[in-house]
């Protein structure tokens, strides 16, 4: 049986998920002084599959005053990626590129990962609330 509750309550940003993207955003609007609210589904830590991060969001948890977290978490570090298929292989080294940003990045347990995010948020002062489902 699901129970429906209904609250009246100001803020001035809702973020609908504290995943990597939600608790991203949530940090950086909280850099903008706006009072965050982030209502997840789910109960974290939970399962969820690996993850590579590509060079760009390395870029994007520095903004968000995150990047220090990750590092220290000790995930693995990548500089590229390898693929095969068909007996053709290709691979790309991170620091091999044509504009400026990041040349490394990490592999993370999304679990971990996820977690370790939402706990950033909400030491920057997001305000996040497990087990809320949201529906229109």
């Excluded at 978490?73 to 298929?85: E, H, I, S």
Aim: net charge neutral.
């Amino acid at each position: 049986m699901q129970r429906k509750l209904s609250m009246i309550e100001s803020v001035d940003i809702l973020v609908i998920g504290a995943g990597p993207a939600g608790a991203v955003a949530a940090a950086l609007l909280r850099q903008q002084g706006r009072h965050v609210l982030i209502l997840e589904r789910e109960q974290f830590p939970g399962f969820s599959i690996g993850e590579s991060l590509l060079p760009q969001s390395m870029e994007y948890l520095e903004q968000a005053g995150m990047l220090r977290a990750v590092v220290q978490a000790g995930f693995q570090y990548k500089n590229g990626a390898a693929f095969m298929r068909d007996g053709c292989y290709t691979d790309f080294d991170f620091r091999d590129k044509h504009a400026a940003g990041w040349g490394t990045t990490y592999q993370v347990q999304r679990a971990d990962f996820d977690q370790l995010l939402a706990n950033e948020a909400a030491r920057a002062g997001a305000d996040i609330r497990y087990l809320h489902r949201v529906t229109a």
